[in-house]
């Protein structure tokens, strides 16, 4: 149970629109991979695509190096969890779960045990005769992913499964699937926009926009090292100002912009033409004392346009020149709205994104 997916050239068009562009990845065997990008970027197409529900009208699609671009969606051993649970209302949680062994066609002397063993898995026990209108969103939840690992599927497919609960929540059974899909050793695929979500549940994250895949990293990569202006962006929070390269060293890269020069400490960067400076809030150190700025940093100074309280930290909205930069530090700091502040970044927290 489990398979490495291939996707060969992917190409998709809805008239006159084309909402994949020839998209290409490999994932291994048992691994936890996520599709990100805003709405329209065609992670959602591309899974329908995988699953069966589309055919691409251009490129391949193979499980473990077979084409199945004309295998039909019920022989291709896929289980898809939707955003809508897509439970029967009318019947209990066990005949829920029994929908998927009914649909594979699996002997009726199997069912019983199966479908307590997916009902433990996921903490349901003992609420087999419970109606869906009876149970929480979390545990809706948790049947449908019960009705999907029932089938024992090859590949599991989630479609934005979390955005109907709420944040804690959400958190809670993200875990929970996590924890699930390691146990079991399925290779899963999953879609969402919540960029925490992605960071928080993947071995690696494939980056979308436009029906092109901007990036393909780990999760930690793919923040830290982001490709391009795009990705930087939408992987949680950055600052980014656009710049050109002026000169390296062994140790650094200067860049030129119109907040100044910055020093950058990048040992992947290739040179180009189209370039912005960029760096995360949270390495955005407050400088006390201006006469003595700590080493090994590139200084940012502006007017404080918003400093807002956030519970763990405190936001501060920093107007430089045409741009504002965001920086997230301890909750303990008084930084007054209105005021002129600097704050240090380091040269090795600084990064060259293409565009």
Request: overall charge negative.
């Amino acid at each position: 149970m489990s398979i490495r997916l291939t996707v060969d050239n992917v190409k998709l068009s809805y008239g006159d629109f084309m909402a994949l562009k020839g998209v290409s990845f490999e994932i291994e065997s048992g691994k936890f991979v996520t599709l990100l990008g805003p709405s329209g970027c065609g992670k959602t197409t591309l899974l329908r695509c995988i699953a069966g529900f589309l055919d691409p009208d251009e490129g391949n699609i193979l499980f473990d190096g077979k084409r199945v671009n004309d295998v039909p969606p019920h022989k291709r051993n896929t289980a898809m969890c939707f955003q809508s649970y897509a439970l029967f209302p009318h019947k209990n949680i066990y005949e829920n779960i029994r929908f998927g062994l009914r649909m594979h066609k699996v002997p009726l002397s199997e069912h019983e045990a199966r479908i307590h063993e997916a009902m433990e898995m996921v903490g349901l026990t003992g609420m087999d005769n419970r109606k869906p209108y009876e149970l929480s969103g979390g545990q809706q939840q948790r049947v449908a992913l019960a009705r999907c690992v029932v089938v024992r599927p090859d590949l599991l497919l989630f479609d934005e499964p979390l955005s109907n609960l709420d944040a804690k929540l959400r958190e809670k059974v993200r875990v929970e699937i996590r924890d699930l899909q390691r146990k079991l050793g399925i290779t899963a695929i999953y879609v969402t926009h919540d960029q925490a979500e992605a960071l928080a549940i993947s071995d690696t994250i494939i980056a979308m926009n436009h029906g092109v895949i901007e990036q393909i990293d780990e999760p930690r990569r793919i923040y830290d090292k982001s490709a391009n202006r795009f990705v930087a962006d939408f992987i949680g929070t950055a600052n980014l100002v656009k710049g050109s390269f002026r000169e390296r060293d062994e140790l650094n890269l200067v860049v030129d912009s119109e907040n100044g020069t910055f020093i950058v400490q990048d040992d992947d960067y290739k040179e180009l033409d189209d370039i912005s400076v960029a760096w995360r809030p949270e390495d955005m150190v407050p400088v006390l004392d201006k006469e003595n700025p700590p080493a090994g940093c590139n200084l940012v100074t502006g007017i404080v346009r918003n400093s807002v309280y956030m519970g763990e930290r405190l936001d501060v909205f920093l107007s430089c020149g045409n741009n504002t930069f965001r920086a997230s530090v301890a909750r303990d700091y008084l930084i007054p709205e209105g005021t002129e502040f600097t704050f240090a970044v380091p040269f090795s927290k600084t990064r060259i994104v293409k565009g």
